[in-house]
């Protein structure tokens, strides 16, 4: 999977939770609105793929975004979603 399209399935997962003041309290509605309705056609798979490639870059990813988490609060929250992708699998 190249940068682009993990950055496009991260963003994905980002954009719902740019406001939230904590993002990892929303990964259930996340998963059910972006990932199970398959946004930008991607898998489950795909999408844990994504976030996996993301927390494992030097990306910072609290940049993909206009928005004002730092990057501890994106990592933890994609962390979270890592976490319930995988035990959903």
Partial sequence: MSS???EACVRALLYPVIFDPD???????ILSMIVDRRALGATRAEYLESVRLALASDVQLSTLLPQDHPEAVVRRYLAEVE?????AT
Avoid at 23 to 29: F, H, I, L, M, Q
Avoid at 83 to 87: G, I, K, M, P
């Fill in 23 to 29: 993002p990892s309290s929303s990964v259930d509605r």
């Fill in 4 to 6: 682009g399209q993990w």
């Fill in 83 to 87: 976490r319930r992708l995988t035990s």
